[in-house]
C-alpha cells in the first residue's frame, strides 16, 4: 500500500529525521492560509500515488499567499497519470545547497532490506542503478543485527566529505531504517536528501510504501489508505477480501488463483481482446465470494463479457459449478456469461452448467476465444 | 526418484487441527503421505482423526513432535500473524524441509524467518506456496492428488491453480510428473527456481523439467542462465503476466513489476536467449515439451 | 543497580505483565489510606534491596486499615540485613491458587539473556538448581532473534498443563523478556507467577537489576536509584567515579584496579586484619581522584589506618607518588598511611615519598604486614 | 613462539585519536608493535603521529582500513557508548583478533557483538581488558611494555594491575613469558581461561602458566577442569576475592558472587581437586612455578 508524501513525512519526523513543517489542504483558500502561515516562498505539491508530479504541473513554488492560492486552484482537481488531486501539501521552500537520493526497499536476492544511496539526487535510481553503477552505495541489513552504526555510516559517507554533513546523514540513514521497520514498509525513500547553505541536512521529499501483510497489526497505518484515489471497485474488492486490479479492456476476468488469473488475461490479449481486469476469487466455492466478484466486474461500464476460468483442484468442480449458478441467480445481469470449468469431476460440472442454462467449456482457450468474440460482438 | 519428498517422508501438520489443516491433513493421508504428527499448542495429547480410522498423534509443541516422531519435513496451515513463529519452530526443532502454505505473512517477518532457518541449514518451501507432490510417493501441501501421475517430468512453478492447469494438461498427455513443485508468490522465498532444477538435473528419473515463472523479481531470468550453464536436460518455460500493468500487485505479493524490471517480456526474452523454449500460451507446454523430448 | 519491587512492577506494568495495584508510601497514617482505598484485606512490603524480607518480618498481611497502619508503623524504620526501612508497598492481596517461578538473567557461558522457570514458587531458584534441577526448566535467548514465540510457550507449558493458564503464562514470558531488554537489566524475577482461583495468572512480586553500564543512556532508570539504601560514602564515590564498596574492618585500602584491590583485601585478611573497603582508583595519578578516595576512606569512622596499593605500570610511580602528596596536602588526616608503590621508576617513587615523611614500600607483603600492625595498636 | 600475537601482527587502532588511543598507540609503536592503521570516523586521510617520527594512516572506516593495509588484529580504545559498535564493525571488516580495552559496554550490546563476532569466525579479547603482550614481540592494548620479559611462562588473566604484579614478580624472578594475556573482567567476554590454555598447551615454547582469576562466574572452575584432561604442562592458580562480600560487584562488572556461586573458596577448592597448584598470596607464585617446573 503507497502512502502520501505527507503521511510519510509524518513518520519519518517519528523516527527523528529533519523534515520540513509542512500543511495538508484541501482547497486554494486554505492552500493561502497556510501559505500565509509559513510567510515566504512556499511549495504547493500535489499528493497523489504516483511519480512525476513535477513534470505533471503537480508541484509549484509559490512566492506570496495569493500565488499559493492560484496555484492551488490549478493543482486541485488536476489529473495526474489517471489520480484526481484532492489534496495538496504545502511547505516552506528550502534554500537547497545539494541534493543526494537516499532509499532502502526489500531486496528480494538479499532477502533483506536493502539500501541504495546516491550523492545526485532527484533521480530515478532504478535508472541510475542501470546507467551508472558506480553512482550507487547500495548495503542489505542483516535481519538478525539491523543496522549497524559503521554501516550507516559507511552509506553517509558515500553521500558527502564534510565530516558534519555526514554524522547528520548518518543518523537519518539509521532512523530511515527505523521508519521502514517499524511501519513495516516494502520501500520508504527521501528524494532528494538535501543540504542548505547552512550545512543542514533534510528530507524534503518523502516516499513510503507499507507490505500488505503488515496491516493487519498496523491499524494506524492501515488507516492511511485513501481510498479516494483508487477505483472504487478496487476498494470493494478489498472489501470482499478479492484480490482485484482494474484494466482498461472490455473482457471481465473472473479466476481462481493469481498465476492462473494472470495466464487468463494473457490469453484474452493473445486472442486479440483486452482484459477488464485481474481477479482472484481464491480456492473457495462460496457462492457470496463469486457474488462479490460478479458485482465488482460488472460496475464497471466497459465490460462486455463476463469469463470465468476455474480450475477445480481440491475443490471439485461441480461444488463450483453450483456455486456459480447460485450466486447469478442472486444478481441480475444482463451481459453474456462464459465459463470454463476443468479438474476434479469436470464433466458432472458441465451438465450442471449446461442445464442451467450456462455456456460451459473444458478449455481454457475455446472459453477465451468465444469471450473476446462476444465482446467483439457487442 | 523424485526431488524433496518421497514415500520415506514423515510428515508432520502445524496447526493440524485449523480448518485448512485439518482438510489438508485428510488429503495427504488419503493419497498416502505418511503424517507422523500434528502441532497445535493447547491440543497436545490428542489424537487426530485421519481417513479410514488412521489417525494421528497431536503434540503442543515442534520440538516434541520431531523428537517423538521423527518427523523430518513440516507443512504449515497457520494463520499469517503466526505462521513466521511457526517456521521459526520448525527450523529449532530440526526438521530438514518446511513447506510454508501460509500467504499474508510479513515479509519482514519472513527475513528474520529465512536467516533464522539458513542458519541451522534447514530448507523452507514458500510460504504462499501449494507445497509439492512426488506423484504415488507422497504429497505434501494443498496440491490436488487426483490431477497428477508418475512420469518423467519435473514442474516447478510460483503459481498455484495455474501449476494446476499446466500438470493436468501433461498428465492428460500421457506426461506424467517425477515432482511438481510450487515456490510460491511472495517475493522472499526459501526456495528459488534454481534450487529445484539443480534437483532435477541430479534427479535420474526426471528428463524434462516445465519452469512457470510470473512477473515481478529476477528469479526467473537468473533461472535461465542456471539452466544454460548448468542444465543438460531439456526445460519449457511460461510466464504469466504479459498483460499485467507495472506497478501493481497481481493476487501474489510477489507478483509486481517495479519501474521497468522483472516484466514478462524481459523474461521471455532471457528464457529464449538462454535455450529454455517459451510457451506462449499454457496450451502450448505439452507440445514443446514433447518437441523438445523427441 | 538494583531497584525496589515498586519499580520493577511499574516496568513490568508497562510492558503489559498482570501486576495488583499498589501504593508506595513513608508513613503508618498513609499506609492506613491505602489500605482503605483498597478495601479487604492489603499487603504490606518493605521496600528494600535485600532476599529474605518475609524471614526478617518485612511482609505483613493486614485484614483492615488500623491493621495495616499498625504494621507500617512496626515495618517502617526496621532493619533488614543491615538495611533501614523508610517506604513500604501497600497492595491487595490475591487469592492464590498455585504459585510458580519465572526468572531471567544474563548467563555468561551462553552470553545471553537466559531463563529459568519453576512450577514451584517462592523458591530459591539458585537453592533448586542445585538439589533438583528437574525442577527448572531452563533457556537461552539467542540476541540476535530475541525471543521466539514457541520458546515463551515451551517455558509456560512447563509451568502448567491448563491451555488458558499456559496461554498467560506465555504471554506474560515474552513480556518478561522485553522488560529485561528494554531497560538494560542484568536479572528481572517474577517470584511468585500466581495463579488465582478465577483462572488468571499475575505476577505479585518483581524483583530486578539494572547493568550499570546501560545507566547512561537510561536516565529514567538511573534515577531510581535509592541512595538511602546504600552506604554514603558509596554515594559519594559513585560520584567521584570509583568504585568502593563498603566493608566492616579497619584497614582503608585504596588500590588501582580491581583484581590487586581484592588481592590487597585478602592479603590484610590473611595477616589478621579486616579490611575496611575495596577501593579501586583507576589507572591515573590525577591527585583529585586520590583526594576523594582519601575523603571516602577516612569518613568510616571505623578506620584506623590507610593503606595504598599501587603498582606503576603504564603510568610511571614517581607521577603517582607526586599524585599521593598532593593530594594528602590537601586534606587533613590523622590516620596513618602506608604506601606500596612498585613497577616503573619506583626507586624514584619511593625517594619522593620518603623525603615528603610518607611510609612506602616496594613489598605488598610488607606493606599490608605494617597496615594490620598498625591498625592492631590504634 | 607465542599465541595470539607475534612480530607479524598488523594492528589497526580503533579510536586512535582519543586520548587513551593515542597514548596507548604511541606505547605500542614503541614496544615494537607493527600498528599498521588507525580509525576515527571523520579523520580519514590524517596521519597520526607515533613516536620517533614514525606515522599511521588514519582512515574513516575499518574496511578501507583492512582493505588498504592488511590489519589483521585490531585494538578497540573508542567509549563505551560506541564499543560495541566498534566490535562489530572489525569483525565485519574481517580482522583475525578484536582486543575490546574499553570498560563499562553494556552486557546486552556485548551478547549482540559477541554473536556476531562467532558467526564470522572472529575472536574477541575482552571487552574490559589490558590487552595482550608477547615479550619482545607485540603488544596490544596497554599493558606495561617494561615489566615483561621474554621466557618460557603463559600467563593469563582476567585482572589488570593484578596481572602486572604477577608478571613483574615473574620477571624479577627471571622467569620470562611467551605471552600475557588479559581476557578481561567483565561478564561476557570473547576469549575464556580455556582457549588460551589450549593455546599456551599447543606453544612449544611455553613450560609453564600462570592463572590468575577471581570471584564471578564459573569460568575458573572449567578452566581447572580442562586443565587435569587436557594440560601436560604445569599451571599455577591465584583466586583474588577471598574476602569480597556475596551480591557486590567488586569493581569489575564481572566480579560478583551471585548467592553462593562463583566464590574464591569454591574456585580455589576446584583448582586444587583438578592439579592446579594455588597461590594463596600473589608472592608465592613464583615459588609454586619454580618448584613444579624443577
Known amino acids: 500500500m503507497d502512502i502520501h508524501e505527507y503521511q510519510a513525512k509524518e513518520c519519518f519526523r517519528s523516527v527523528g529525521i529533519p523534515v520540513p513543517p509542512g500543511r495538508v489542504v484541501g482547497t486554494p483558500e486554505e492552500a493561502e492560509v497556510a501559505a500565509e502561515k509559513y510567510g515566504g516562498t512556499v511549495v504547493i505539491k500535489a499528493q497523489v500515488h504516483s511519480g512525476g508530479r513535477g513534470k505533471a504541473g503537480g508541484v509549484k513554488l509559490a512566492k506570496h499567499p495569493v500565488e499559493a492560492r492560484d496555484y492551488a486552484s490549478q493543482i486541485l482537481g488536476m489529473d495526474i497519470n489517471g489520480l484526481s488531486v484532492d489534496k495538496i501539501l504545502i511547505t516552506p521552500a528550502e534554500d537547497i545547497d545539494t541534493e543526494a537520493y537516499v532509499g532502502v526497499l526489500l531486496d528480494r536476492k538479499a532477502q533483506a532490506a536493502t539500501f541504495m544511496v546516491s550523492p545526485e539526487g532527484g533521480i530515478d535510481i532504478e535508472e541510475v542503478a542501470r546507467t551508472s553503477p558506480s553512482a550507487i552505495r547500495k548495503l542489505s541489513v542483516d535481519p538478525r543485527y539491523g543496522m549497524l552504526p559503521h554501516q550507516a555510516y559507511w552509506l553517509a559517507s558515500f553521500l558527502y566529505d564534510d565530516p558534519n554533513l555526514v554524522n547528520q546523514a548518518r543518523k537519518i540513514i539509521a532512523q530511515l531504517y527505523d521508519a521502514f521497520v517499524g511501519s513495516g514498509a516494502s520501500m520508504a525513500e527521501i528524494n532528494p536528501l538535501i543540504t542548505t547553505p547552512a550545512g543542514v541536512v533534510k528530507a524534503i521529499d518523502a516516499k513510503m510504501s507499507i507490505d500488505d501483510s503488515e496491516l493487519f497489526r498496523r491499524p494506524e497505518i492501515a488507516e492511511m489508505r485513501d481510498t479516494s484515489s483508487e477505483p472504487p471497485s478496487e476498494t470493494k474488492a478489498r472489501e470482499a477480501g478479492l484480490s482485484y486490479v482494474k484494466l482498461e479492456g472490455d473482457v471481465g476476468c473472473c479466476v481462481n488463483g493469481a498465476g492462473l488469473a494472470m495466464a487468463t488475461m494473457d490469453l484474452v490479449k493473445y486472442y486479440g481482446g483486452e482484459p477488464a481486469n485481474f481477479l482472484d476469487i481464491g480456492g473457495s466455492s462460496n457462492p457470496d465470494k463469486v457474488v462479490a466478484a460478479l458485482e465488482i466486474i460488472t460496475s464497471d461500464p466497459k465490460v462486455k463479457v463476463i469469463l470465468f476460468n476455474i480450475f477445480g483442484g481440491i475443490t471439485r468442480c461441480d461444488d463450483v459449478a453450483n456455486g456459480i449458478i447460485e450466486a447469478t441467480e442472486n444478481i441480475d445481469i444482463e451481459l453474456p456469461i462464459v465459463i470454463r470449468l476443468t479438474g476434479t469431476n469436470e464433466d458432472l460440472a458441465l451438465k450442471i452448467l449446461e442445464d442451467a442454462g450456462l455456456s460451459a467449456y473444458t478449455s481454457m482457450d475455446e472459453v477465451v476465444e468465444k469471450a473476446v468474440e462476444l465482446a467483439g460482438a457487442a | ?294
Do not use: W
Not at chain 2, 14 to 26: A, E, K, V, Y
Not at chain 2, 129 to 134: F, M, V
Not at chain 2, 150 to 172: C, D, N, W
Open chain 2, 1 to 294: 526418484m523424485a526431488i524433496l519428498i518421497d514415500s520415506d517422508t514423515r510428515v508432520v501438520v502445524q496447526g493440524i487441527t485449523g480448518r485448512d489443516g485439518s482438510f489438508h491433513t485428510r488429503e495427504m493421508m488419503a493419497y498416502g503421505t505418511r503424517v507422523v504428527a500434528g502441532v497445535t499448542p493447547g491440543k497436545g495429547s490428542q489424537m487426530f482423526e485421519g481417513p479410514n480410522g488412521s489417525s494421528v498423534p497431536i503434540f503442543n509443541g515442534m520440538d516434541e513432535a520431531v523428537r517423538e516422531t521423527g518427523a523430518d519435513t513440516s507443512v504449515i496451515y497457520v494463520p499469517p500473524r503466526f505462521a513466521a513463529g511457526a517456521i521459526l519452530e520448525a527450523a529449532e526443532a530440526g526438521v530438514d524441509l518446511i513447506v510454508a502454505i501460509t500467504e499474508g505473512i510479513p515479509v519482514l517477518d519472513m527475513a528474520r524467518a529465512h536467516a533464522f532457518a539458513r542458519d541451522r541449514g534447514v530448507r523452507v518451501l514458500g510460504p504462499n506456496c501449494p507445497g509439492l507432490i512426488s506423484p504415488g510417493k507422497s504429497k505434501v501441501g494443498i496440491l490436488p492428488g487426483q490431477i497428477v501421475a508418475e512420469g518423467p517430468i519435473g514442474v516447478v512453478s510460483r503459481s498455484g491453480t495455474l501449476t494446476y492447469e499446466a500438470v493436468f494438461q501433461l498428465t492428460t498427455a500421457g506426461l506424467g510428473q517425477t515432482t511438481c513443485v510450487g515456490i510460491g508468490g511472495d517475493p522472499l522465498i526459501g526456495t528459488n527456481f534454481i534450487s529445484c532444477l539443480e534437483a532435477f538435473e541430479e534427479d535420474s528419473e526426471t528428463t524434462a523439467v516445465v519452469m512457470i515463472g510470473e512477473i515481478g523479481g529476477t528469479d526467473e531470468q537468473e533461472a535461465a542462465a542456471y539452466v544454460k550453464e548448468n542444465m543438460s536436460k531439456p526445460v519449457v518455460g511460461f510466464i504469466a503476466g504479459q498483460t499485467a500493468p507495472p506497478g501493481r500487485r497481481m493476487g501474489h505479493a510477489g507478483a509486481i513489476i517495479s519501474g521497468s524490471s522483472g516484466t514478462a517480456e524481459e523474461k521471455i526474452r532471457v528464457f529464449n536467449e538462454n535455450g529454455i523454449s517459451v510457451a506462449i500460451r499454457p496450451a502450448d507446454i505439452v507440445g514443446l515439451l514433447k518437441s523438445r523430448l523427441a
